[in-house]
């Protein structure tokens, strides 16, 4: 089981946003590249990157930032980036300069056809990520809710050859509220692409419910605020996630 340090970039910096809100955002950094080394000399096996300057503007914003996250990172751990990837020279670009695996939200669910595209032309490269509340799917910076249903979209994606899943449960992001993990484990089974958990991972308790039903296929968990704020001591939950796996 993957803990995942997320950096959520805005403007330059690492924050961390309550429920996708841009106004209510935290600053936890002014150095993001810092802030990835802390992680990966906590024990990190993986990163996970938000630009959400791009989320919302549909085009890379924090590129600066990345490169720097990159270049402190030096190829030690894979490092996933997901926010305003609208375009197949964008992921080509991200993944020419150390980007490992690029992660396609809002634009899979409004123009499937490029995702088609994208797993197609950088096989193995490619993670969806689905936002859902109540099983159906946000978009737009969870601006819009969809009609969709997560297992059904998710499974089509799986068709196309996407990587894997992170799925998200949007009423308990940044809320420090605990997992969904009745949801998570509905939408792993009916996979067999793996899924990353995100959303709520609160404590140590947190990750032994996620170890506990790691076989349904769930590889990971993306946490944010609860590192940042100290309710999760990151390299203890790595330790714990590596004992019980």
Request: glycine letters at 12%.
């Amino acid at each position: 089981m993957l803990i995942i340090p997320a950096i959520d970039l805005k403007d330059g910096h690492c924050v961390r946003l309550k429920q996708g809100l841009m106004e209510e955002s935290t600053v936890f950094s002014e150095d993001p590249g810092a802030m990835a080394r802390h992680w990966v000399d906590q024990g990190g096996k993986r990163l996970h990157l938000v630009d959400l300057n791009g989320a919302f503007a549909g085009k890379p914003i924090n590129e600066g930032a990345i490169k720097s996250i990159v270049s402190a990172v030096g190829g030690d751990i894979p490092i996933q980036l997901g926010g305003g990837i609208r375009d197949l020279e964008t992921i080509e670009r991200y993944l020419d300069n150390g980007i490992d695996y690029v992660i396609i939200g809002t634009a899979a669910v409004k123009t499937p056809g490029f995702l088609h595209e994208a797993c197609y032309a950088f096989p193995g490269q490619i993670m969806v990520g689905l936002d859902a509340k109540d099983g159906k799917v946000a978009i737009d910076g969870w601006s819009k809710l969809t009609g969709h249903d997560v297992i059904d979209l998710a499974k089509k994606f799986e068709d196309y050859g996407v990587n894997s899943i992170v799925y998200t449960d949007i009423g308990r992001d940044g809320m420090l509220s605990g997992v969904n993990i009745e949801a998570t484990v509905a939408l792993a089974q009916a996979l067999t692409i793996p899924v990353i958990a995100s959303g709520g991972v609160t404590n140590l308790d947190d990750v032994r419910k996620l170890c506990a039903v790691a076989s349904e296929g769930i590889i990971g968990t993306i946490t944010g605020r609860a590192i940042y704020e100290g309710t999760l001591d990151f390299a203890a939950a790595q330790k714990l996630a590596d004992e019980l796996s």
